[in-house]
């Protein structure tokens, strides 16, 4: 397989996205080819990543000084608690602006990482490596870091891009069936806010995609990428266009927080459920047309991706799934703010409803 170089240029810096097999055993030529010079680096790795593929990182860098940091990676140690620990290190280690830190992981790893990177010494290199096909698409393009607390998801955070970030397919081969549909429903969200004909390549192979199946997986990663790319660099700072990207975010980081980040619930089927629930909205207030909204339900539906919102809540849960919509990062009123679908490739953005038009609409929802 053919690297794949994605170039993202935003205002705050130029870095490379590279895209293929292998690519860890050559890291030491990558960073030569990309610039990237440091003394120290610390790489912080979440305990779930293949021991063979650390075993060769291991082997390579070597005239860099290493240190190597192992944490389990979950909501609940996505926290100041975690970013405190790596901090420790680092200043323990006399680490500098200079240095280097080297997420390895999916895009919780990469999320807690680049904070730390962003808040050591007021800013050091950082390189990620995303090992999960979600943050291969999504949460390692466009430079945002984050922790949870208990009043949501990702309300601490900052804006900061990587130096280079290394999608090493190799990683994927190792998910579980469940992370690999985690991933999809980032990539169906691509499609749903930007690309009909993307969309359409994603209904015709979406079992060749789920088998990680070359060249149907390749093409799914970049032309992902692609999308998250154009949009990151018109609106960096989610200032306007990117907030498309939330398509059923508000709803989906609402259903983690109140299963209290659990494995019961995972972010990917928290998209796929809240994706699933701006569809629907979108159909209530008659801004999807009917060929579209059939077309996202059937392939939701056929190809037994999580959409049944009873399966995972009921009736019980929802005034804490209202409470935490309500205190979304996204939200600068009373009022809810959504982004909705008009057709595939056109969605709508800064739609605000009132607590009780959705508490009414997801009643309905959980009942029927």
């Known amino acids: 397989m053919k690297t794949i170089n994605l170039k993202i240029n935003t205002g705050q810096n130029k870095y490379s996205i590279l895209i293929g097999q292998n690519l860890i055993s050559k890291i ?3 960073l030569k080819a990309n610039s990237i010079n440091f003394k120290k680096c ?15 990182l291991r082997k390579v860098l070597k005239k860099k000084g290493k240190f190597f940091l192992f944490i389990n990676a979950n909501e609940k140690n996505k926290s100041q608690k975690t970013v405190d620990y790596i901090l ?26 680049g904070f730390v990177a962003s808040l050591f010494k007021r800013g050091m290199k950082f390189i990620n490596i995303p090992t999960t096909l979600l943050s291969q698409v999504d949460s390692s393009i466009g430079g945002k870091t984050g922790i949870n607390t208990h009043y949501g998801k990702n309300l601490i955070g900052s804006f900061y891009q990587p ?74 700072k989610e200032k306007n266009l990117r907030k498309v ?40 207030n008659n801004y999807v047309n009917n060929n579209d909204y059939s077309s996202i339900l059937n392939h939701m539906i056929t190809s037994k991706l999580p959409n049944n919102l009873k399966k995972y809540f009921s009736i019980k849960h929802l005034d804490k799934i209202i ?7 996204k939200n600068s009123s ?35």
């Open 323 to 329: 409470s935490f919509m309500l205190k979304d990062k």
């Open 88 to 113: 420790e290190v680092l200043l323990k280690n006399n680490f500098t602006r200079q240095d280097c830190l080297i997420a390895i992981g999916g895009g919780i790893t990469g999320d807690i990482v």
């Open 245 to 284: 990207l939330n398509f059923g975010h508000t709803f989906a980081h609402a259903y983690e927080a109140t299963m209290g980040y659990s494995n019961k619930l995972n972010h990917g089927e928290a998209v796929l459920l809240g994706m699933n629930t701006a569809l629907k909205f979108s159909k209530k």
């Open 163 to 236: 130096e280079l970030v290394i999608s090493e397919k190799n990683f994927l081969k190792s998910l579980p069936k469940r992370e690999i549909i985690c991933g999809y429903a980032e990539i169906l969200k691509h499609s749903l806010i930007s690309n009909k004909i993307f969309y359409n390549f994603l209904t015709k192979n979406l079992s060749k995609i789920l088998r990680l199946q070359s060249p149907y997986i390749e093409k799914a990663i970049f032309e992902s990428c692609k999308i998250k790319k154009k949009v990151v660099e018109k609106d960096e």
């Open 28 to 30: 030491d030529t990558i």
């Open 334 to 368: 009373e009022k809810i703010n959504l982004i909705l679908l008009k057709r595939i490739g056109l969605p709508i953005i800064d739609k605000k409803f009132k607590k009780d038009k959705l508490k009414s609409f997801l009643k309905e929802e959980l009942i029927n």
């Open 42 to 56: 610390l790489f912080v790795i979440d305990k779930n990543v293949p021991k063979k593929q650390i075993s060769i």
